[in-house]
Nanobody, 124 residues
Framework: QVQLVESGGRLVQAGDSLRLSCEAS????????MAWFRQAPGKESEFVAS????????IYGDSVRGRFAISRINARITTILLMNSLTPEDTAVYYC?????????????????WGQGTQVTVSS
């Protein structure tokens, strides 16, 4: 099965940009549909963005559309989340997830594999 490791989370100021990475390892590591979810303290998990298995299609959550961009690099092994114009409301633990379904998907239940998460904190 695939293993996922996130990196890049840190403390930034409002208006800053930040780049998160998710590196996949294991069999078929470049063939999964990938996504980012986030969870803020006291809140439910929120869909952020997803990219399909070949990187050709992306979808975004309403709160990040136009500010965040998801992409796949390094022969589709690494999934990047570029976050621009960050606000304190973006503060959360960001999780990378992988799905065997071929299409980008907003449904958390579609993703069987998850990373440990990386903390993003945006100060005002």
């Amino acid at each position: 099965q695939v293993q996922l490791v996130e990196s890049g989370g840190r403390l930034v100021q409002a208006g800053d940009s930040l780049r998160l990475s998710c590196e996949a390892s294991g069999p078929g590591r470049n063939s999964y549909t990938m996504a980012w979810f986030r969870q803020a303290p006291g809140k439910e998990s929120e869909f952020v963005a997803s990219v399909n298995f070949n990187g050709g299609r992306t979808i975004y959550g309403d709160s990040v559309r136009g500010r965040f961009a998801i992409s796949r690099i390094n022969a589709r092994i690494t999934t990047i989340l570029l976050m621009n114009s960050l606000t304190p409301e973006d503060t959360a633990v960001y999780y990378c997830a992988a799905s065997v379904r071929p299409e980008a998907d907003i449904d958390r239940s579609s993703y069987a594999y998850w990373g440990q998460g990386t903390q993003v904190t945006v100060s005002s």
